[in-house]
């Protein structure tokens, strides 16, 4: 029999999950369907290391977009931890080892850290400037993301009542590379600035389309102050809240469950999927929302590929006994507090993009260290805890998935090496000599290039956006007062990351498409 429920939602990721608590919060029947064994998506924890426990967030890390106003909608049980340093960049220059830091507040530490690293207060000032002004922008940005779309003209006349027309433009007009070159004179500052722009995007931030441009404006107007906070717990305390919430609600969560064809007619659907033990079964429907990339979207619907966008990025998870030292003499306590920026001057950023976009792997490969125990040590267990083992998870950028087409398992450890390699020119030790042991005897690291990711969890190339990200105004005037969740289907809906809005750990896309179908009136 063709079992009925109002909503089907395609895939458990944390959106998806979303979507599903406000759903069934406004008492409509919701199915989740999972193919993986269990919910989350990207937004899981695991402990990839035999006989250790050690809970690590394998795929993303840290929380900004995920909004206030859903926790607090959905009343999810969930602690974001602030960190107390934004970054640290270690530098080598004229002989000498040294370090940009950069408190989350920034204080005295942090003035005398850009004048050691650049000579003068200088570029403090204009970093302090560049980012209140941009913080004003995200102020009045971030509450329309909860809104029906609006036309750019407005959200750019909100941007320029709270700041000026010139923040409005280095957001939304000139590439934000040039924007950086223009305001900061210093390579390792530019650096900093600029990596907010690339991460997971495939850019030089000179690009004419702004790929780097709405990179950064998503990087920094979370809440309306872009702040990364971490999960306590690990993010997969993230999906696990939701999940909960959702089943409270009384949403049907099905794992072990692979779509294989949706059919609409614009008003029901029809959607086949096998469950654990490989049957078929179908599940009759009002409406659909896919937490599944577009492009797979497309696949089940029987249409083309859409997207060639890709994955870009390579994640590297350890499991440390103790952080190395530093060769600039930082307390490695403070370092790793924050993000870590390795080999992240604008020129080098440069000079990696360029060897990429050429086809070779970068010879000096652009990374960032995340190390969640600083934070919060609830991820170790009592024993490793006591033992002061530390996770650290990197983030390599300009890395994009065309560079392990071929070769790719070879090439997956060439790039290890050369991350490895770049870390260590900045530690006074080897960091392979500060890796902990697994029960078989092997250290314990693992990389996840973009092929394992798409193995892993379904983003079409490893892209962790699912394609690109796009701006969060309607572009055209049909998409005014639309939620930016919609096809050309009147019943399904995009609740992911590739819908407008979507991109990074946030639930804003799962919420809207959910918005978007109770506005229907037809549930």
Known sequence: MVETFDCVILGGGHNGLTSAAYLAKANKSVLVLEALNETGGAAVSVKPFKGLDANLSRYSYLVSLLPQQIIDDLGLKLNLISRTVGSYTPVSQNGKETGLLVERNWGEKTKQSFES???????????????????????????????????????????????????????????????????????????????????????????????????????LIGNGNGEWRVPQGGIGQVSKALNQRAVELGAVIRTNSKVTKVVSDGKTALVSYLDKDGSLKEVSTKFVLSNMAPDVLNKVLGRASESKTEGCQVKINMLLTRLPKLKSGEDPSLAFRGTLHVNEKLSELDKSFNEAKAGKIPAVLPSEIYCHTLTDDSILSPELKAKGYQTITLFGLNIPASLFDLDHDQKRQKVKELYLDGLNSFFSEKIEDCLAIDADGNPCIEVKTPQDIEDSVFLPRGNIFQRELQWPFAENENEIGRWGVETDLANIFICGAGAKRGGGVSGIPGRNAAQAVLMTGLV
């Open 117 to 219: 690293v650049t000579g003068s207060l200088d570029e403090f000032n204009t970093w302090s400037d560049f980012y209140t002004r941009i913080e004003k922008a995200a102020q009045v940005i971030a509450p329309t993301l909860l809104e029906p779309l609006i036309s750019q003209a407005e959200l750019k006349n909100k941007v320029i009542a709270a700041t000026d027309e010139e923040t409005y433009n280095w957001l939304f007009k000139v590439p934000i590379t040039q924007t950086i070159e223009e305001l900061f004179k210093n390579d390792v500052v530019r650096g900093v600035v600029l990596t907010d722009a690339l991460i997971g995007t495939f850019t030089d931030g000179r690009d004419q389309e702004l790929l780097g441009n709405r990179c950064f404006l998503y990087h």
